[in-house]
Nanobody
Framework: QVQLVESGGGLVQPGGSLRLSCAAS??????????MGWYRQAPGKQRELVAI???????NYVDSVKGRFTISRDNAKNTVDLQMDSLKPEDTAVYYC?????????WGQGTQVTVSS
């Protein structure tokens, strides 16, 4: 059974940092073969891609987080992290971990990130 479990969310002041982590288990294929991503969904808005990291460790980010967020993966531990710096109130959302390979797509349950003073 595939599981993606996010952790690390919380309340942080503007300008602060958080590190999200996603632990994967139960994949039918080797974890390193999956493209891993972080998405977010703010109240009243559609879910959007924040960052992805491919099996070859290539990365891509939505423009609004470039230079502030960093995605990384540890294939030995089956984890993918999202380091978020210089957080802004508009980063407030539920953040979801995603794993994709071929036509398969898996999601975690989400973790809340709130940026507020």
């Amino acid at each position: 059974q595939v599981q993606l479990v996010e952790s690390g969310g919380g309340l942080v002041q503007p300008g602060g940092s958080l590190r999200l982590s996603c632990a994967a288990s139960g994949f039918p294929f080797t974890f390193s073969r999956y493209t891993m991503g972080w998405y977010r969904q703010a109240p009243g808005k559609q879910r959007e891609l924040v960052a992805i990291i491919t099996s070859g460790a290539g990365t891509n980010y939505v423009d609004s987080v470039k230079g502030r967020f960093t995605i990384s993966r540890d294939n030995a531990k089956n984890t993918v992290d999202l380091q978020m710096d210089s957080l802004k109130p508009e980063d407030t959302a539920v953040y979801y971990c995603n794993a994709a390979i071929f036509v398969s797509n898996y999601w975690g349950q989400g973790t809340q990130v709130t940026v507020s003073s």
